[in-house]
């Protein structure tokens, strides 16, 4: 690793290019809509979005994702397996040739913010090869007003070329596609991908980097705040329903994704949502059905031929279809994104083996597990290979969007929720009744009143008692739940199948969390097969 970095004005090879080319500059959503569709780059559906599809990758590429090593990095980032090192002077070859390729080409740029609280919020610019792509990152990010435009001032800055092919022998790359940032340039590569939401996440990737520093605790979680301004907090990972249970009707959304908890309250990295569009349905979904209208970018969704009409329900192309909308285009929604410290936070896992609780009340020390643990299930047909579910442990909620030690952010969420008496609930959106295959999906209705019923103090008249097989509390009643839907080994026909399953999980979690380095009381808090 080099210790001083050659002289090379980033900043000015940016601005010498965007002289040279045919550049459109903060453009509304309607204007780059247009263009996106003089250029072929998508099609309009029927309800008014914009189609694109991304070809090759249509989700992250998280082997491709590096993080330059340098004096500023080599010491606070957790290397490994999801933080891949990159060489300073590749990095700075690669710039280069990244932005020869975009020379004499059309671009489209955008100056926004992460982060809507004016205190902590990143000034961001974003330059794209494709008028889609820079839709997308208007919809995703705060946009600033007029009068914020005139003083803006990027402190990062994204070059996403996906015509870009990256030659791995040369550039130190793992295949033609790549992301890089360099926390010293304040930069990220993006090229040989055409996923949008690489975009999206490598910030998020910054911020989770820079935010601590500034005594903000970042959060890959979604938010909503109550009539009565109750905040609260929703972590999970893909497919839990971190987005669906934050957009509830009867609530405000802050956001659906990543947030901060600064030193005076919650605010949205964000200025929109990205969705899952997978079986999306108006029924159980109406926030997010009513807000795919013109301005928001529709991903790898089948349209009809005939009428251009969506078909939410064709995974042809990928299971992980898209939608990318402001966070405004959901009715009622927190302008800006901001609120008060969360009375309640909840923890979100789809246990595809249907042996933890619907619902439980953790204790600090079991929040702090739970959360190091970030665990939920891949079942058969998610990935290639997967037959039968398998544990799938992501640190944090997040593991491949965080770039310091795990430690950092678990002693975060601690403090912060003694300091503001946060309570804290490990939610099963996951099977019930048995595993996947046999057992059947945890109701969204029946999840969501109990969800409500914690975050409205509903829960805390009622009596609890102790699952035996984890050692969690679980209510004896819910409001609006049968009683029969809150027990887990009760629901299974064959009890010792049941604990069979159960100890094998909590094998799992122990097996995991051996990497923490951690308090004695934080270990003992996990998951183990109790006797009764």
């Known amino acids: 690793m080099s210790q001083t970095l050659p002289a090379i004005d980033t900043a000015s090879t940016l601005e010498t290019l965007l002289k040279s080319n045919k550049v459109h500059r903060n453009l509304h959503s309607g204007i780059l809509v247009e263009h996106a569709v003089r250029r072929s780059e998508g099609l309009l559906a029927d309800n008014g979005a914009l189609v694109a599809y991304t070809g090759k990758y249509s989700g992250r590429i998280p082997k491709d994702k590096f993080t330059v090593k340098d004096p500023i990095t080599a010491e606070l980032v957790n290397w490994g397996d999801v933080n891949l090192a990159f060489d300073p002077e590749k990095f700075d070859a690669l710039f280069e040739r990244v932005v020869a390729s975009l020379r004499d080409k059309e671009l489209f740029v955008q100056d926004l913010y992460a982060g809507a609280d004016s205190k902590y919020r990143l000034p961001i610019r974003v330059i794209n090869e494709y008028a889609w792509h820079n839709l997308f990152v208007r919809a995703l990010f705060v946009r600033p007003t007029d009068e914020e435009l005139k003083t803006h001032r990027a402190e990062f800055t994204i070059v996403a070329a996906p015509e870009f092919q990256a030659d791995p022998q040369r550039d130190g790359t793992r295949s033609e596609a790549f992301i890089v940032v360099s926390f010293t340039r304040k930069l990220v590569l993006i090229g040989g991908t055409k996923y949008a939401g690489e975009m999206k996440k490598s910030i998020f990737g910054v911020m989770n980097f820079l935010q601590p520093q500034n005594n903000v605790f970042p959060m890959h979680c979604s938010a909503n705040v109550g009539k009565r301004g109750e905040t609260a907090l929703f972590f999970g990972l893909s497919g839990t329903g971190k987005t669906t249970l934050s957009a509830d009707p009867e609530r405000l959304l802050i956001g659906d994704d990543e947030h901060g908890w600064s030193p005076t309250g919650i605010f949205n990295f964000e200025g929109g949502c990205y969705a899952k569009c997978i079986k999306l349905s108006k029924e159980n979904e109406p926030q997010i059905w009513n807000a795919i209208r013109f301005g928001s970018v529709l991903e790898n969704v089948t349209l009809n031929k005939e009428t251009r009409v969506p078909d939410y329900n064709d995974d042809s192309r ?22 008060g410290h969360p009375k309640n936070v909840i923890f979100l896992t789809a246990d595809a083996f249907g042996v933890l609780p619907p619902i439980s009340k953790l204790s600090t020390d079991q929040a702090m597990y739970h959360f190091l643990s970030g665990y939920t299930a891949k079942v058969a047909g998610t990935e290639a290979g997967v037959k039968e579910p398998q544990p799938n442990f992501s640190t944090c909620f997040g593991s491949p969007f965080l770039p310091l030690r795990p430690k950092v952010y678990a002693e975060m969420l601690g403090r912060r929720m003694q300091e503001h008496g946060s309570q804290c609930w490990l939610v099963n ?24 019923a914690a975050i409205e103090g509903a829960l805390n008249t009622v009596e609890f008692e102790t699952d035996p097989a984890f050692g969690l509390t679980v209510p004896k009643s819910v409001p609006g739940v049968p009683a029969e839907f809150l027990r887990a080994r009760d629901a299974w026909k064959d009890k010792a199948a049941y604990d069979k399953s159960a100890a094998d999980l909590s094998a799992r979690f122990a097996k995991n969390f051996e990497k923490f380095d951690v308090p004695a009381n934080v270990r003992a808090a996990g998951p183990g097969l109790k006797k009764s």
């Not at 990928?318 to 609120?339: K, L, M, Q, S, W």
């Not at 996951?430 to 409500?452: C, D, E, Q």
């Open 318 to 339: 990928t299971e992980n279809t898209r939608c990318a909308y402001p966070v405004d285009y959901i009715e009622g929604a927190v302008i800006p994104g901001v609120g």
């Open 429 to 452: 959106t996951g099977w019930f009744g048995g595993p996947y295959g046999i057992g059947s999906r945890m109701k969204l209705p029946y999840t969501r009143a109990m969800v409500n």
